[in-house]
Structures are given as structure tokens and as C-alpha cells.
């Protein structure tokens, strides 16, 4: 068996681009919060431009050059706020993924991660699957997240304990280990027997 880990400069970028292609889907509050973050940039650089050419066009007062905290710095940082809520429902669903590894097995694969948002330290999300319960698979090329379809379990553990099994038709996570997971999984399952769809 070989297991892999999560590279996190990939992870990073995987995120940013998640961000980038769903900004514009979001609905109700978090919309409003994009949108009030970009006002803020855009209110930011027009005050803070519009101070700097009344300092060197007119009043030549460099001392004036405090006023920059309060036309720029001041309403640039504020936009973090409303842009860490929007951002937060984008990426929640694997932003809280922390040791994430996969494991390759003979007939199938482990999937593994911690999530942030579980208060006990020791719990552990695992998916055991098998190329055969496979049905389909699909990547995002510009998200890296690969979902697959098809009758999976998943089991927590806390220590060496499970303490839940769930079934699903889908599951996904991020494809950005060392390796290419998705190619990886396609030679494993051909090797394997198993047929699917792939797009």
C-alpha cells in the first residue's frame, strides 16, 4: 500500500480558484458581503488617490499624508470582513479538511481527513472504497475536485473506535497530491477490470 498526503502550495491554489469560479453563484447574505467588499476596495482606492493628488497638486502639506490611515488603510482592511464571510461559504466544505492522506490498496482506495469543525481532536472521516462501487468520476480542472459516484461508506473514528457509518452516492475532495489521483485511480481500476464513465 501507498499512502500520499495533500501538498499544501496546490491545496492553497486549489482554494483561491474554488473562490474565483463560485464568487459570483452566491445568493442571499454572502452575495450582499461580496459585493460590499468590492465597494470597499474600489471606495479605498478612489479616497485614498483623491488624497494623494489634493497633497501633490494643491496643498504641497506632506504632513497630510496621515490622512492615508483613514481614506485608504482604513476601508481597504474593513473589506476583509465582509470578503472573509463570502469566502468562508465557498471553501468551508474543505477549508476545515485538515491531514488529509490517500491511501492505495490492491482493490481500492482509503480516503482520510480530520475536520476542523469536529470538536473532538481524534475524530477521522474515512471512505473506504472500492474500484468497484465506482460508477463515474469527474474533475474540475481549474478547482482540482474530483467527485466520484457511485455506493460508498464512510465511517468515523475517534482513537481506534468507529463511532458512525454513513452511506452515499457522491463524495469528493481535492486532487492535489504529488501525484495525478485521477489518473492514479484510472490505471488502478483498468488494472482492476472495473469500467466507468469518466469526464
Known amino acids: 500500500m501507498q499512502t500520499y498526503s495533500v501538498n499544501e502550495k496546490k491545496r492553497k491554489q486549489a482554494l483561491k480558484q474554488l473562490v474565483k469560479e463560485n464568487r459570483k ?11 460590499i467588499a468590492i465597494i470597499l476596495k474600489i471606495a479605498a482606492i478612489l479616497c485614498g488617490s483623491a488624497n494623494l493628488l489634493h497633497m501633490i497638486l494643491w496643498s504641497r502639506k506632506w504632513y497630510e499624508m496621515f490622512l492615508l490611515p483613514i481614506t485608504f488603510v482604513i476601508p481597504y482592511c474593513i473589506s476583509f470582513l465582509p470578503q472573509a464571510v463570502y469566502v468562508g461559504v465557498i471553501e468551508r466544505e474543505f477549508r476545515f479538511r485538515r491531514r488529509e492522506t490517500m491511501t492505495f490498496k490492491p482493490d481500492g482506495f482509503l480516503y482520510c481527513y480530520h475536520d476542523d469543525r469536529v470538536g473532538n481532536v481524534d475524530s477521522v472521516f474515512a471512505y473506504d472504497i472500492k474500484y468497484s462501487q465506482i460508477e463515474k468520476m469527474e474533475r474540475n480542472e481549474k478547482t482540482k475536485i474530483l467527485t466520484c459516484y457511485g455506493n460508498f461508506v464512510t465511517d468515523t473514528y475517534s482513537g481506534d473506535q468507529i463511532t458512525q457509518t454513513l452511506e452515499c452516492r457522491v463524495f469528493d475532495f481535492m486532487d492535489v497530491y504529488d501525484i495525478d489521483i485521477k489518473q492514479q485511480l484510472e490505471n488502478n481500476i483498468g488494472i482492476a477490470g472495473q469500467s466507468f464513465i469518466v469526464k
Open 25 to 35: 453563484a452566491l445568493k442571499g447574505f454572502p452575495k450582499a458581503c461580496y459585493y
